[in-house]
């Protein structure tokens, strides 16, 4: 029938697009349909998914955020199954990875200025420069007065450790004066140890003086000047 030989003709035609395909080979598409999941893309006769881990580099609740119906755009191939002709591809791979950037940005021990954007029952997240964000446990939310951070507080924050796996950075506001504190009383006890070496030093050099002194005065009084 007709129709079977538009079907054979169809897959012909898919088996010869899907033989062309290459890993990391990018394409012109159309999203034909959007789901919880992700986007199905028409690369012109066959299709392949966008999953919504691929979508972004940031978190994405729904791809509708990202992308419309019948919207024209380059994709990736990430992967590719000729027999069960699925297509995987990617639309974030086109960009860098702005975690990159992080890693320079934040690096590891720098002090960075960040607002508690909201509460959480573990901690804090914090916004930081422009989209950045960071988050901060509740033991790290506590001020030098002893009370804890509230929502729509600026404070300093010590960046002390990046999680790359579920990029987050993490942060600490006690650790900005805690450091500073116990490096202070460590100077201090070094201040006094060095006052305390000086004084002990004064005390040995007077005492050697004055008997140099007083065997002076007794060898003018035996020589009887």
Do not use: C, M
Request: proline content about 2%; charged content about 30%; aromatic content about 4%.
């Amino acid at each position: 029938s007709h129709n079977a030989l538009i079907e054979a003709e169809l897959e012909a035609q898919k088996q010869e697009i899907i033989s062309k395909l290459e890993k990391g080979q990018v394409l012109e598409g159309t999203v034909k349909n959007i789901t919880s999941y992700g986007v199905f893309i028409d690369l012109g006769g066959v299709d392949g998914l966008i999953h919504i881990t691929d979508l972004s580099w940031g978190r994405v609740n729904d791809p509708h955020e990202i992308v419309q119906l019948d919207q024209k755009l380059n994709v990736v191939i990430l992967d590719f199954d000729e027999e069960k002709k699925r297509i995987a591809l990617g639309l974030k791979q086109l960009t860098p990875n702005p975690w990159d950037a992080i890693e320079e940005k934040y690096p590891v021990g720098s002090v960075v200025e960040g607002t508690v954007a909201s509460l959480t029952d573990k901690g804090a997240n914090i916004k930081l420069e422009g989209d950045d964000e960071g988050f901060a446990f509740s033991r790290d939310l506590i001020k030098e007065d002893g009370k804890q951070a509230i929502v729509g507080e600026t404070l300093p924050f010590k960046v002390i450790e990046l999680r790359r796996s579920t990029r987050r950075i993490l942060l600490s506001h006690v650790r900005t004066y805690a450091e500073a504190k116990a490096e202070k009383v460590a100077v201090e006890a070094d201040n006094t140890k060095k006052a305390v070496k000086k004084i002990n030093s004064n005390l040995e050099k007077t005492t050697l003086g004055d008997i140099s002194e007083l065997a002076a005065l007794k060898d003018k009084l035996e020589k009887g000047e």
